[in-house]
């Protein structure tokens, strides 16, 4: 009998699209910003979750974020709640 696969850990991918030129997502995406400054890349639903934690519940886009808090972090948010992901860098290719 099979064993299912375990992962030990998330992986993540990232590509730049130009979006004049390509009018759909691949499957399986959705679309993250980065602030290249700390290398953080975050969903926009993943911000303004992080605002509301750090801002006693209070949604205010003028909020300043400490970007350093975040360096090489993924901030995301979905149906389960919200985290901070750790990240590496491990390649960048050029096409």
């Given at each position: ?7 030990k850990?998330?992986?993540m991918l990232?590509?730049?699209v130009?979006m004049d030129?390509y ?8 679309m993250v ?15 303004n979750?992080l ?12 909020y300043?974020?400490?970007?350093e808090r975040?360096?090489n972090c ?5 149906k389960?709640g919200f ?9 960048v290719?050029?096409?």
């Amino acid at each position: 009998m099979f064993k299912p696969l375990e992962v030990k850990e998330d992986f993540m991918l990232s590509y730049n699209v130009i979006m004049d030129s390509y009018k759909k997502f691949l499957p399986n995406s959705i679309m993250v910003h980065q602030k290249r400054e700390t290398n953080t890349i975050y969903t926009i639903n993943a911000l303004n979750e992080l605002i509301m934690n750090l801002n006693n519940g209070i949604l205010d886009k003028t909020y300043k974020i400490e970007w350093e808090r975040y360096k090489n972090c993924a901030l995301l948010k979905n149906k389960d709640g919200f985290r901070v992901v750790k990240i590496i860098l491990v390649k960048v290719y050029s096409f």
